[in-house]
């Protein structure tokens, strides 16, 4: 069965220093792994997903993943943080088929210190 | 440019009332999806439908009815709502069901039940 891991439920980092937000998962087949992000009172939004080809995915806002099968590991970072990245993040995997397969992590919430 | 709009965004009930969630999308998006999310849990599959005149079960669907009214609104019926209901609740839709296409989210109905 798939699942998926994220360490630390909560990561503080300066303005201006990097961001990784790890996240591990388990599949027996290749996964499609995706990184959402939600601000407060709203909704996810897509940051960025892997499904297949480069490994070094980039999304919106500066965010990038590395997907390392070797490692299981699809880790989020981002070189300089900025005030508004103050956010929880959720990494998740879909494998199988269907996207009602997909398994979200319990999230990581990052603060900003000025 | 509404993408996935929820009604109401905040709700409160008493044990063994009955409430439905609305949700609509304007993108066109065949699949939809009711989650919710309780702290240090991510999100939790109700249920979804893959496509219009379709519905199943997701992780969490004791408790909960659907119906997919059509190819725009997927509304979460509560019959007989108990304390551990109390929760965020998420409607997402995507272009296609299968388990690489990303998901859009509303922005969430707040929901106690006391």
């Known amino acids: 069965a798939q699942s998926v891991t994220q360490l630390g439920s909560h990561v503080s980092v300066s303005e201006g220093a990097l961001v990784l937000l790890r996240c591990n998962y388990s599949?027996?087949?290749?996964?499609?792994l995706f990184w959402y992000v939600q601000y407060p009172n709203q909704g996810l939004q897509l940051l960025l997903k892997?499904?297949?080809?480069?490994?070094l995915v980039k999304g919106i806002n500066g965010f990038e993943a590395e997907f390392k099968k070797s490692e299981t590991s699809f880790h989020l970072t981002k070189p300089s943080a900025h005030m508004s990245d103050a956010a929880e993040y959720f990494c998740a995997v879909s494998v199988g088929g269907s996207a009602s397969k997909i398994i979200f992590g319990s999230g990581t919430r990052l603060s900003i210190r000025p | 440019n509404a993408g996935v709009t929820q009604t109401p965004k905040f709700q409160v009930l008493k044990t063994g009332q009955s409430m439905t969630l609305q949700c609509a999308q304007d993108?066109?998006?065949?699949?939809m999806y009711w989650y919710r999310q309780d702290p240090g849990m991510g999100l939790r599959l109700i249920y979804y439908?893959?496509?219009?005149?379709?519905?199943d079960k997701g992780e969490v669907p004791n408790g909960y009815n659907v119906s997919r009214l059509n190819k725009r609104e997927f509304s979460l019926r509560l019959e007989s709502a108990a304390p551990s209901q109390t929760s965020v609740y998420f409607c997402?839709?995507?272009?296609?069901?299968?388990?690489?296409?990303?998901?859009?989210f509303g922005d969430g109905t707040r929901l106690s039940i006391l």
């Open positions: 599949s027996s087949v290749p996964p499609y």
């Open positions: 439908s893959a496509s219009e005149g379709t519905t």
């Open positions: 993108m066109n998006h065949n699949s």
């Open positions: 892997y499904t297949t080809g480069a490994t």
């Open positions: 997402a839709s995507s272009i296609l069901s299968e388990s690489n296409q990303p998901q859009h």
